[in-house]
């Protein structure tokens, strides 16, 4: 199929494993035994009755009445918001703390942009009892204080990331750099579909939950398993690549990627991968990233902390060259504006990610009858300083 990887790792030309030496046969490991792990009958029940009895999945399907009767369309929101630690981040990092047990790690590290893959890790390593060091920029740890208090409060230790412009991509930095020097007892979980090989497949797989319900529930619903359009934001690329996952192969299901377009792609306040990024190795695979003339990556901005990535997975390096979705760079003002506006509308306040896809309704025109599913990837309560000092209120 073409948008799942290849046995070399690859999502067509995109993805791969370049990695130091040092990490070589750690990687090689994983990229051995994941799928086996992930497929065992033992591993797939406890993961699922987490999922159920502590994440609190299935997480509803909301038509959300007023803002379908706004764009005159049928639009329906997958509550992500509503699992445990307020995103879809979770999906992913209990499968990846049950796996690292599994291979026997006693140290998980990950790094986190808006904080809510920090959490999520963080929570887990404390239902595990594992010992947990988070990797966060220190301009993402002054704006979004409540999750590092959340992570504080969980047990996990957070080492701020002190170079460049101190957000995501610093963040990962120092992630791989701890790993390098400390691979053998340490774990580092990726929060996105970023990475070398296996981790964009394996945080995939994970996080496809969220699609298999969105059949399920508009079966029941509608009557139909297929949505006509799928909205979702990217950053990395964790939460849409959840939200597609069951629909890529599906061409009648169009796809709508909301990246963050900061203050607007012919600025350089940007993180607009699909609309200046090149091809280049970054962070361990090869993908589209914002980059300068000797190939170094280029500093990204958006208002949110999650989408301030200068590249995106694989997969959506792919989905970019084949035209399988359709790729809006939302600025700030719209993002900020459409969070403000389902407030107002449905009485939900979501992350400032979550806005961005949101927004990208704007920018479509819909039939009354299609059926639009916007992924609600995480709630905004991490974002109401925020909220509160653009709009003074």
Known sequence: MKYQVNQAGFYGDFGGAFIPPTLQPIVAELQAMYIEIMEEPTFQAEYQKLLADYVGRPT???????????????????????????????????????????????????????????????????LAGLECVVFMGATDIERQAPNVARMKMLGAEVRAAKTGTQTLKEAVDEALLYWIENPTDTYYL?????????????????????????????????????????????????????????????????????????????TNQTAATSFIGKPGVLHGSKTLFMQDETGEPLEAYSISAGLDYPGFGPLFALMKQEDRAEFFAIKDAEAMEAGLALCKLEGIIPAIESSHALAALQHKTFLPTDIVVVNLSGRGDKDLQNYTNYFQL
């Open 60 to 126: 509803p399907l909301y038509f959300a009445e007023r803002l379908s009767a706004l764009y005159n369309t049928k639009v329906y929101l997958k509550r992500e918001d509503l699992c445990h630690t307020g995103a879809h981040k979770i999906n992913n990092t209990i499968g990846q703390v049950l796996l690292a047990k599994r291979l026997g790690k006693k140290k998980i590290i990950a790094e986190t942009g808006a904080g809510q893959h920090g959490v999520a890790t963080a929570t887990v390593c404390a």
């Open 190 to 266: 990726i929060g996105s579909v970023v990475g070398p090989h296996p981790y964009p497949d394996m945080v995939g797989r994970f996080q496809s939950v969220i699609s298999k319900e969105i059949k399920q529930q508009l079966l029941e619903k509608e009557g139909v398993d297929k949505p006509n359009y799928v909205i979702a934001s990217v950053g990395g690329g964790s939460n849409a690549t959840g939200a597609f996952y069951e629909f890529l192969e599906e061409e009648s299901v169009k796809l709508i990627v909301a990246e963050g377009g900061g203050f607007g792609v012919d």
